[in-house]
């Protein structure tokens, strides 16, 4: 089979800018969406990690992509994990978004409809989710009723080895101090 061929998953990958507050001097981070890519994910237990790919304990996922020099350290991947789509429709302004699945997650979690990133911050175990609309650089949007709507995991690239595809080993992100309220 091709590389391509076996490049089933399609996700976003983010790049990190750091600031910091001018009033409190606190350090600032914004993530936004640099790239839409096509992926291989394959999760790994750590002693697969340590002894195949002889790298640290907390690798979690290697991850396969066509060789591309936008992809570093320090970035990370917004990779589909699971699927609910919308109950009814939704205006660019709603924050109460319903789902026809609840899904045990805590809550600070991304979901993907569409072409908009929303980080839910309430409505754990249930169907009805409020969330922060357009984060990570995207758009708040309508969204008709029925729209697939993507539980997004989160992938921190911890490094890259280059082949004849790039392979990227990750460690999971999914509940990130990223996604603590700004």
Not at 133 to 161: F, N, W, Y
Request: with cysteine.
């Amino acid at each position: 089979m091709s590389i391509a061929g076996r490049l089933k998953h399609r996700g976003l990958l983010e790049t990190v800018t750091e600031a910091q507050d001018a009033g409190t001097r606190e350090p600032i981070r914004t993530w936004a969406i640099t790239d839409t890519i096509w992926m291989r994910v394959h999760p790994v237990s750590g002693d697969e990690s340590l002894k195949a790919l002889q790298v640290a304990e907390n690798i979690s996922h290697v991850v396969e992509v066509r060789y591309q020099d936008n992809v570093v350290s320090k970035q990370r991947l917004l990779v589909p994990e699971s699927f609910t789509q919308l109950t009814e429709a939704l205006d660019d302004s709603e924050v109460g978004v319903d789902v026809d699945k609840a899904f045990p997650h805590s809550i600070n979690f991304l979901i993907l409809c569409e072409s908009e990133l929303m980080k839910v911050t309430g409505g754990s175990n249930t169907t009805t989710w409020t969330v922060v609309r357009g984060v990570d650089g995207t758009t708040p949007a309508t969204h008709a009723d029925d729209k697939q709507v993507k539980i997004m995991r989160i992938l921190q690239i911890e490094s890259v080895r280059d082949h004849e595809l790039r392979r990227i080993l990750l460690s999971l992100d999914c509940v990130s101090t990223d996604l603590e309220e700004d």
